[in-house]
């Protein structure tokens, strides 16, 4: 299963956007899909998962409220609101089976959209 990420762009800050990461070659119905993001100059950081099993969401805290994970059959979204200067990176999908406990972990993925460049600025 391949992911592609999309729905990047510019946006002023305040604004919206919202990330698609589609599955090609399968589903994602048995996966686990995390969203992740790489600021300018910073590493890779966790934002948020939904799980395939609960469906329950987790977020990283300076998303929460702002941001939304959701999914369907065969792709994953995140709608973002009230966007900040800070949320500038490159956001990456990413699908796997993470216990609980890991999903902040970058290693136990299985795979990887190419990323999609969000960026705000007035």
């Known amino acids: 299963v391949q992911l592609q990420a999309s729905g990047g762009g510019l946006v002023e800050p305040g604004g919206a956007l919202r990330l698609s990461c589609a599955a090609s070659g399968g589903t994602l119905d048995s996966y686990t899909i995390s969203w992740f993001r790489q600021a300018p100059g910073k590493e890779r950081e966790w934002v948020s998962t939904?799980?395939?099993?609960?469906?329950a969401t987790y977020y990283t805290d300076s998303v929460k409220g702002r941001f939304t994970i959701s999914r369907e059959k065969n792709t994953a979204y995140l709608q973002m609101n009230n966007l900040k200067p800070e949320d500038t990176a490159i956001y990456y999908c990413a699908r796997g089976r993470p216990a609980l406990s890991a999903i902040t972990d970058e290693s136990i993925y299985y795979s990887w959209g190419q990323g999609t460049l969000v960026t705000v600025s007035s």
């Open positions: 939904i799980r395939h099993t609960t469906k």
